[in-house]
Each structure stands twice: as structure tokens, then as C-alpha cells.
């Protein structure tokens, strides 16, 4: 009877093994050439063996690919690892994006997890207009969150949060001050929430330069941004939790900046910070070009100054 429960448990142990290693075999090369031939569009093939000499970054530790095709053409895919060991896929290309279910060895479509509230938030956004739109997707190749930028004036940032994207929105309300934008960003910084931070920075800043110079590394975008100097010189952490404090003081008779940042380092080192701010307006447009009523006035950090 031993003997046989030895043999059994054994077995167990193997068939546990063996899914272990199967899924862990599941990397994102792996689903690049399980796409349909849908999630290609508009490239120069639909297949994925014809585009895999396009490959550009193939990250597997942070589940990331992108393609760079001749014409400038960027492609990216991205995936979330879910409880159950299925996957969830996203790609992206020319502002358009698709979501995908890996189960089970299979590849299938789905608007599920708050996808659809992607969808909804930008029809809804306050900067779309009746003519011209176009939104800037930007998959995690760091983190989780997804950003969707649209006309450059609008940041919906989605957190992945309990296998839900769910949308960051404490910044910007109607009548946002310049007030709540410093002081609000400092509170980010305190909290080392980078996806936090990021909605106190102008869209197309963060398109720019986080997202594209900095290949969406937000935490050495965020310590570049705030860098500063003290006795010694040029300073800035290398990582957001190596800040000690953000203190947000308002110093209205400064003669140079209104809103400053005092930021202690564990290191020791401490220094202020002057950020750069810049306001930006949304009009209603109309057709013809024509510009309708002003929707919101926003201001946002832009980097900063000294």
C-alpha cells in the first residue's frame, strides 16, 4: 500500500512539473507566432514567420516585443500573465489596438478585463473633436499600465489592477490650480506611484520622452525630471523609493518660481526642485476647422527650471 501511494505522489509531482515547465515554455516569442494574422494589419505581411526578421526588442523577462519595419512602421505586443495561467495579449500599431486571450493553447479575441472601458474613455475624451483624432498607444514594456494619449492633449493612464485595467483620475479635474498640480505630483512622488506621477506631466511630454526616448522606463524618466542641484552639484535619484521626502512649498514672493519641490535623498543629499509649468487649452473644433468654445484650460508640468 506504501508503495503504491509513493508511486502515485510521484506521478503528481511529475504532472505538476510538467504544466509548470509547459507554461513557463509560454513566452511572448512564443505568442508573437500564435497571433492571428489579424493582429498584423497593415503590415507588410500578415504572417508572423515573414515579419520575424522585423524584430527590434524581444524582452522576455518583462513579456515584451516590438517590430521595426523599414517604412518607420513600429509594432508592439505586450502580456499579462493571469492567475489561472491563461494570458492576456495586447498589440498595437498606427494608434489601433487589439487585446487577445491565450487559453489553453489557444489564441482568441476579447474585450474583457475593462477593455472595453479603453473603448469608451477615449470616445468620451474631452479632447476628441468631430474632424481630426488620433490617440497614441503605449503598451508597458516596464510595469503593467497601459497610457493612451489622445490628440496629444489627453493621458488616460489604465493600471492593472486585480486583472482589471482600471483608470487613474485625480489629475486633472475642471478647475485644476497650479497648486493642486505641484502639490498633487509630490504626493505621487512620496508614494513612488510612477503611473501616478505621470498625470501631473503634459500628454505629449510624456509621449515624447518617456515613452519614446526613454522607451517607457517611467522611473528614469521621473528621477531625469526632477533632477537638481545642491552644494556638491548635479543630483538626482536613480530610483524613485531613493527619495526620502518631497516637500511641495509655495513660495509666492520667490521672484523666480511660485511652486517648488524640496526633495531629501536617503542618501543624505537634498536639493529643490523648480519645475517647468505649462498650460494648455482644449477647444471645442468644429467642422470646416473652425474653433468652438474653450473646454478646459490645463496646466502640466513640462520639466523644469535652472
Known amino acids: 500500500m506504501r508503495n503504491t501511494v509513493r508511486i502515485i505522489m510521484l506521478v503528481l509531482i511529475v504532472m505538476a512539473t510538467s504544466n509548470v515547465n509547459a507554461q513557463q515554455e509560454v513566452n511572448v516569442k512564443t505568442l508573437f507566432h500564435l497571433l492571428p494574422g489579424d493582429a498584423f494589419r497593415f503590415l507588410s505581411s500578415d504572417k508572423s514567420a515573414d515579419l520575424e526578421k522585423h524584430i527590434k526588442v524581444c524582452d522576455y523577462k518583462n513579456g515584451y516585443l516590438r517590430l521595426e519595419i523599414e517604412n518607420q512602421c513600429i509594432w508592439e505586443m505586450c502580456h499579462w500573465d493571469l492567475k489561472n495561467g491563461d494570458k492576456l495579449i495586447a498589440t498595437t500599431q498606427f494608434g489601433a489596438y487589439s487585446f487577445y486571450l491565450y487559453i489553453n493553447g489557444e489564441i482568441v479575441p476579447t474585450a474583457k478585463f475593462g477593455i472595453e472601458e479603453l473603448d469608451n474613455g477615449v470616445e468620451n ?31 488616460h493612464i489604465y493600471k492593472w489592477q486585480n486583472e482589471q485595467f482600471v483608470r487613474l483620475n485625480e489629475y486633472p479635474t475642471q478647475n485644476s490650480t497650479h497648486q493642486q498640480l505641484v ?31 526613454f522607451e517607457g522606463n517611467k522611473e528614469q524618466f521621473l528621477c531625469d525630471l526632477i533632477s537638481g542641484e545642491d552644494e556638491k552639484g548635479y543630483t538626482k535619484p536613480t530610483k524613485l523609493s531613493d527619495i526620502k521626502k518631497a516637500t511641495y512649498r509655495y513660495t509666492p514672493d520667490d521672484g523666480f518660481a511660485n511652486h517648488t519641490v524640496f526633495i531629501e535623498l536617503k542618501n543624505g543629499r537634498s536639493y529643490t526642485y523648480y519645475p517647468s509649468l505649462e498650460t494648455i487649452e482644449i477647444f471645442e473644433i468644429l467642422h470646416e476647422g473652425e474653433t468652438g468654445k474653450l473646454l478646459r484650460t490645463t496646466s502640466y508640468i513640462v520639466g523644469g527650471m535652472g
Open 125 to 155: 475624451s474631452i479632447a476628441i473633436n468631430c474632424c481630426d483624432n488620433w490617440v497614441q498607444v503605449h503598451l508597458p514594456r516596464y510595469g503593467t499600465s497601459v497610457f493612451l494619449i489622445v490628440n496629444g492633449l489627453e493621458t
Open 183 to 213: 502639490k498633487g505630483f509630490v504626493a505621487a512622488l512620496n508614494a513612488t506611484d510612477a503611473d501616478r506621477c505621470l498625470q501631473y506631466i503634459l500628454p505629449s511630454y510624456v509621449s515624447e520622452q518617456c515613452m519614446q526616448f
